[in-house]
């Protein structure tokens, strides 16, 4: 059932909003992060505890010819200098990468990027640390960089990967979905065919806290603990037991406090490992946290993908079918973070919110000279690409069509009763109800006034836009059966214990970046239960603490350890029932649940409360057979399918016609994520999201030079938006519940980072429809957009 | 945490102390007033000075004062002082739409107008608006004050007449009646550097021509007033086609680098586009002071 509601009157939750269950309340973990006590990986300080830094590579491609640690060694407050060849020898200069590639811990043969690590210092204090990498002497024979990826498999391109035994050239993987045949046969008879080449540039998902660990090798217990900056906690011990040869039940992973991750902490760095050997090597705890130039130069990068697109249509505007292939920048090492089977992550969802006859798609992935990475930056394993190509292909169409692109999407979607929905190129859309949502954005932004005063602009000359997108994502990786990361199925666990006076605590495996999962898990607990949230607290985040899963990444809390946590309580409310049973000395099937309590069916009168229960199963009553004396329980959740969130965005900007400018007025964000458990943490994703999609479509991108050197290693040139470039969001949304998740709950995390950047960009292309422009890619700097009106557009790499 | 090289610190109790300190300190010390330009190239290590001389507690230098036919602004007068005072809206409301552009109210509560001239990047804002309003520079050193127009202030990019063991202490602005001025920028976000921005300065004589103006252009590589337009605009009435020829000669007068705000056209037809704009607005607020005027006096 799809309910339309407008956005409540009161958007601000206040000291009253007390739900038992799901609702408006703010944060529980708010308090401690207004009053400056979250407590981060920085803030960890150990006893005896020593500090780290890295010394990077000056340029992107070179031979090591030598390294001279002599005099950093003298450094009177330096312990330990660790380079390549030490760590060749402990067998720890090479770490596999989540995408079954290796990667150099410290470069041993060649440098393969700008800001690759080279030697790793450890000092009494991090400023000596810092001091001693400028007297480590490096020579490097300084080789020509692959910077271009459309030249990257030139036959007179440099080999990046000459470490791989047999590797002639930067290739690393086609990749293809969807019928090929079938697709060119529904091309070859369309009525009208559009093609472009559209490209999502590098951005880099720059989280407010840098990334960082403090490493505690106990060599007595022969025991690590490494607290680090981690979206996956669980994931990262497993690895560091291969890696490391430490037996997984001696390491403990803690990830505390994290300020912000959007993909970037998933991938395991080189400086986690390097703190490891530092601790090992001194015998005492090690902490490195990396500077802000680093985080943008050396860690997980987003998109680089260059599309070619088409799309192919009947003159009156049914999309037939849909093509791409993909050129993937993946820099020098193939470090990205998707399921395994999936090189290209999801892209494949590029189809979107279509009926179509058919899909083919084709990527083909590249080493270049860059820093590693690839699916970061909240784009649910490349849906975000997937998204930025199909909806600014409609608007290409609409344009040729000379059709409206609201009425072009609205005549196109996959209809209600088509769900669940297998689209062409393998995915099963589990849910959807897209007119309704669309419908509302439209009327919430007031769609036909707006292209009204746009008419009437233009006819002065002055430049309006108004862009659309409609979004499906598939979020909440995945069911076992096709999908692991490293042979690690993606489930998540969750255990839930209810104290003797009924307070709870659930425990989860997948960590918070900011998400709010103490509330919302909390939450979800008492939505099943019926204790307060405030009664329910959650763990998360510590390897000893909480039970296995795969961490939070590609908006799968909510749909995967979202529906563990609902289950395991829902163990929990029948185990009670048993209990309260014994308790009322009744039968369990004589027993009706209402929230909080089970009670004697036609006798509501006669009940025992959770908290009674609880004492009950902890006390002295005699229970039946099979029902241990507690209230506890645990489940692992594999997912039967992905959850499809949706949504519909309006954007209207207005372009200066002098300078360029681009200045959003309006956004309009419908979203639809099936059940929605508290809707301000939901809007205030919206909010992180939207904010986001702005910056990447009009202002963020790593370029690099000719040389392979990256432009984009500072605040100062990597922009990212602030409150000014930013309107009043107005969020809206529609309830279109997932049924196969417990509570019909799908990921909303990503919606708006996916969705967003095409709404923006086909905004600023519509405003330069007066100067014939069709197409212009992203950052819609004024430098660019100027340029596109002058006829010039250009791709940015 | 990005760190800078190891340096030595010591905060400075009055002008003579910091000139004291800057002699005895010699040319690896640098003075740090808001620090936005100076910290952040050390913890790049751009800048390794061994002494950082820290002036803030120099509140002697922290003033705005109508004088006489002169705007007196004391270098360590903050920017949002500048941007919040009255006076400079109503005698240079250049200033104030420069100050609007400055970064953020962050850095500009803590930024100087000492710092911005001295730190003299191309792309800084308050020197752009110095050089168009005329404004005199007092420096005074070891030897006592001297004072400097801009165009002898104002060397080039990263470059000032200010020696080693000198300090910049006061910006006079002459006040001119009849007059207005405006500053425009264009910029990716805000917060960051200029990509180009104009400012102009426009005095309107009694029978309503041009009878002095000043045009200068920021981060396109003019050190200096756009001087070309002055012979054309001078004696003129203010008007559309006289902006517009203003702005071809400030595109053809500036030479600006490409870089990642945009190539070199684009920044041509910001200086011509924004040098039109600011006369526009100029003018436009010179001919409303004049009307006022008359009306005071009638």
């Not at chain 1, 079954?100 to 700008?114: N, P």
């Not at chain 1, 989860?508 to 099943?528: K, R």
């Not at chain 1, 649940?593 to 005699?622: C, L, N, Q, Y």
């Not at chain 1, 309009?668 to 904010?691: F, K, S, W, Y």
């Amino acid at each position: 059932m799809t309910i339309l509601e407008d956005r409540p009157s009161n958007p601000a939750a206040g000291d009253h909003d007390r739900p038992i269950g799901h609702g408006r309340m703010q944060r529980k973990e708010d308090p401690r992060f207004v009053r400056g006590k979250g407590h981060y990986v920085d803030d960890i300080v150990l006893p005896g505890m020593l500090h780290g830094a890295i010394l990077r590579a000056p340029v992107a491609h070179a031979r090591l010819v030598s390294i001279d640690t002599t005099e950093a060694l003298a450094h009177p407050k330096v312990l330990a200098v660790i380079t390549g060849s030490d760590l060749q020898a402990l067998g720890l200069a090479w770490a596999p990468t989540l995408s079954m590639d290796v990667q150099a811990v410290l470069v041993t043969d060649k440098v393969r990027f700008q800001g690759q690590e080279v030697a790793f210092v450890v000092a009494e204090d991090r400023y000596a640390a810092r001091d001693a990498l400028e007297l480590i002497q490096v020579e490097y024979d300084v080789l020509a960089p692959v910077v271009d990826a459309r030249k990257a498999m030139d036959p007179d391109a440099p080999v990046i990967r000459d470490d791989l035994e047999g590797r002639t050239d930067n290739h690393i993987f086609d990749w293809e979905a969807g019928n090929k045949a079938e697709t060119d046969a529904v091309f070859a008879s369309a009525d009208v065919v559009v093609k472009q080449e559209i490209v999502y540039p590098r951005v880099h998902p720059a989280p407010m806290e840098t990334c960082g660990a403090v490493a505690d090798f106990d060599p007595i217990e022969g025991r690590l603990t490494l607290y680090e900056t981690t979206q996956a906690p669980h994931a990262h011990r497993t690895l560091f037991a291969i890696v490391s040869g430490i037996p997984e039940h001696k390491i403990r992973v803690v990830s505390p406090d994290i300020g912000g991750g959007f993909g970037n902490k998933v991938g395991i760095y080189p400086g986690y490992i390097l703190a490891v050997v530092g601790s090992i090597v001194t015998g005492k705890p090690v902490k490195w946290v990396e500077d802000r130039s680093e985080n943008l130069m050396s860690t997980s990068f987003a998109r680089d993908y260059i599309m070619q697109g088409e799309i192919a249509a009947t003159k009156d505007g049914k999309i037939l079918a849909l093509r791409t292939s993909v050129l993937a920048d993946h820099g020098a090492f193939n470090a990205t973070a998707q399921p395994t089977k999936y090189p290209a992550g999801f892209f494949h969802i590029f189809t979107g919110s279509y009926d179509l006859a058919a899909a083919h798609c084709t990527v083909t992935g590249v080493y270049t000279n860059k820093a590693p990475g690839g699916v970061a930056y909240a784009c649910s394993f490349r849906v975000t690409e997937a998204v930025y190509l199909v909806e600014r292909m409609v608007d290409i169409l609409a344009r040729k069509l000379e059709m409206d692109p609201a009425e072009l999407r609205l005549k196109n979607f996959i209809k209600k009763e088509q769900f669940p929905y297998p689209n062409k190129t393998g995915w099963e859309y589990d849910s959807g109800d897209y007119e309704p949502t669309m419908r509302l954005s439209m009327k919430m932004a007031g769609y036909d006034e707006l292209r009204r005063e746009q008419k009437e602009k233009r006819e002065r000359g002055e430049l309006m836009g108004i862009g659309i997108s409609f979004f499906t994502e598939t979020v909440g990786a995945g069911p076992r059966k096709d999908m692991d990361i490293l042979g690690l199925g993606m489930a998540d666990g969750a255990e839930l214990r209810i104290h003797p006076t009924g307070k709870a605590v659930v425990r989860i495996s997948v960590q918070s970046q900011g998400q709010g999962h103490e509330t919302t898990f909390a939450q979800i607990v008492a939505e099943e239960i019926g204790i307060p949230p405030e009664d329910i607290d959650v763990v998360h985040g510590d390897t000893d603490q909480t039970p296995f899963g795969l961490g939070t990444y590609g908006s799968r809390s909510t749909p995967v350890s979202g529906a563990a946590v609902a289950l395991v309580a829902r163990k929990v409310r029948e185990k009670a029932r048993f209990i309260a049973a014994a308790m009322l000395e009744t039968r369990p099937e004589d027993l009706e649940w209402e929230k909080g309590r089970w009670f004697v069916k036609g006798d509501p009168s006669v009940g025992k409360t959770m908290a009674e229960i609880a004492m009950g199963a902890h006390g002295t009553v005699a229970l039946p057979e099979g029902i241990d004396g507690n209230l506890d329980a645990e489940v692992t959740y594999d997912p039967p399918n992905l959850t499809f969130p949706f949504g519909a965005y309006i954007c209207v900007v207005d372009v200066d016609p002098g300078t360029g400018h681009v200045k959003v007025r309006r956004f309009i964000a419908v979203d639809d994520c099936g059940t929605r458990i508290n809707p301000m943490i939901i809007e205030g994703q919206i909010h992180g999201g939207l904010t986001d999609g702005v910056g990447m479509a009009l202002m963020e991108i790593i370029e690099f030079d000719a040389e392979g050197n990256c432009l984009g290693g500072s605040f100062m040139d990597y922009l990212i938006p602030t409150a000014m470039e930013v309107p009043d969001w107005e969020t809206g949304f529609t309830v279109t519940p997932s049924p196969h998740h417990p509570i019909g709950a799908k990921g909303v995390g990503e919606s708006a980072t996916v969705g967003s950047p095409p709404a923006v960009v086909n905004a600023v292309v519509d405003a330069l429809a007066p100067f014939g422009v069709v197409h212009m890619d992203m950052p819609c700097t004024p430098a660019r957009v100027w340029e596109a009106m002058q006829g010039r557009t250009r791709p940015p790499v | 945490m990005q760190i800078p090289a190891p340096f030595d610190y010591v905060r400075a109790s009055s002008v003579d102390n910091a000139l004291a300190l800057l002699d005895r300190h010699g040319p690896e010390s640098r003075v740090v007033a808001g620090g936005h330009s100076l910290l952040p190239m050390m913890k790049l290590r751009l800048a390794r000075p061994d002494w950082l001389i820290d002036i803030n507690d120099l509140y002697e230098l922290d003033y705005l004062l109508v004088d006489g036919p002169v705007l007196r602004i004391g270098a360590m007068t903050r920017h949002t002082t500048l941007l919040e005072s009255d006076d400079v809206r109503r005698l240079f409301p250049i200033i104030t739409d420069a100050e609007r552009v400055i970064a953020d109210p962050i850095v500009r509560n803590r930024g100087t107008i000492g710092g911005s001239l001295c730190q003299a990047d191309p792309a800084e804002d308050l020197s752009t608006v110095c050089h168009v309003l005329e404004a005199v520079a007092v420096v005074r050193g070891p030897n006592g004050e001297r004072m400097l127009s801009m165009a002898d202030f104002h060397r080039g990019p990263y470059e000032t007449a200010v020696a080693q063991n000198e300090l910049l202490i006061e910006v006079r602005i002459p006040i001119r009646a009849r007059s207005a001025s405006a500053y425009e920028k264009v910029e990716r976000r805000v917060g960051d550097w200029a990509v180009a921005a104009a400012g102009a300065s426009v005095t309107l004589a009694a029978v309503g021509t041009i009878s002095h103006v000043a045009v200068g252009l920021t981060a396109v590589g003019l050190d200096r007033n756009v001087t070309e337009v002055e012979a054309v605009l001078v004696g003129q009435a203010p008007g559309e086609e006289l902006f517009a020829l203003a702005g071809r000669l400030a595109a053809l007068a500036c030479d600006p680098l490409a870089d990642q705000r945009g190539p070199i056209d684009y920044k041509r037809h910001l200086a011509d586009e924004l040098t039109r704009r600011v006369l526009r607005v100029a003018c436009s607020r010179a001919a409303a002071s004049v009307f006022d005027l008359t009306l005071q006096e009638g």
